[in-house]
């Protein structure tokens, strides 16, 4: 079930540097949001402009919570917005993340943080605890993590916080800690995505990537987030709206 809502900002604050926490009621859509789905926001005064996707970051009672990063001209007019501003979302969208097995790492590059935030909620309800890998380029983009249950690892790109490296480099000199099997979900820039990827085919974990990309419409009309399938002979291309963002790892194909 998806709905069309007029909503309004009740907060809209820094968590780290150009990285902004917005919460809005929904109370439609708040019991049945799942970890890995995201909604479309829609701007006021703009109709000629399409939507913009979010990973849901979490649930409140009524009230869904997203994470964004100041990067451009509309979320700049995001980052504006004072409570009250009157906003129009479309959600729930996109499928979920599956949670299997008993043992779970959790890898977060940037805000990609997002969809990971809510899983990690998600597992602390259900008394599974987990490893957190959380990434950025440095200290000042780390978002607090005092809500975050489980195992945290931090990693900085300049090396001004945790591990000197990026993510993937620090979740690697760990793989030796971790009980197996263990199930990985991760979400992140490309190249972050990437090397997991080939990770996981080379020590044969289970992987699930929240895939971002730039989309039109969010509903699978415009074909515009299109990615190439494992198996071209079956599945010649997928659309990350509507048959994900969430994909399993055996489904991608990072070498083309």
């Known amino acids: 079930m998806r709905l069309f809502k007029d909503s309004v900002v009740l907060v809209n604050q820094m968590e780290a540097e150009d990285i902004y926490r917005l919460e809005f009621p929904f109370p439609e859509i708040s019991e049945i949001v799942a970890p890995g789905q995201f909604v479309n926001l829609y701007f006021p005064g703009r109709p000629q402009l399409f939507p913009r996707p979010f990973s849901v970051a979490g649930v409140r009672g009524e009230n869904i919570v997203i994470l964004y990063k100041n990067i451009g001209c509309l ?19 996109g499928n979920c993340f599956t949670i299997q097995g008993e043992h779970h790492v959790i890898l977060a590059g940037g805000v990609g943080l997002a969809p990971l935030l809510f899983l990690n909620s998600r597992l602390a309800s259900l008394n599974q605890p987990c490893h957190l890998f959380i990434g950025a380029r440095t200290v000042a983009q780390l978002p607090a993590t005092n809500a975050i249950t489980g195992e945290i690892f931090t990693a900085t790109d300049d090396g001004s916080y945790g591990f000197h490296g990026n993510v993937v480099e620090c979740f690697r000199q760990k793989l030796d800690t971790m009980s197996r099997p263990f199930s990985v979900y991760a979400c992140g820039p490309d190249a972050m995505l990437a090397a997991l990827w080939r990770m996981s085919l080379e020590q044969g974990f289970d992987l699930q990537l929240s895939l971002e990309k730039i989309m039109a419409c969010g509903l699978g009309i415009c074909q515009g987030c299109a990615i190439k399938h494992a198996r071209e002979n079956e599945h010649p291309l997928r659309l990350i709206c509507q048959d994900g963002p969430v994909f399993n790892a055996k489904e991608l194909d990072f070498n083309g």
Request: glycine share 10%.
């Open 75 to 93: 979320t700049a007019e995001m980052n504006r917005w004072q409570p009250g501003q009157a906003i129009r979302v479309l959600g729930p969208l």
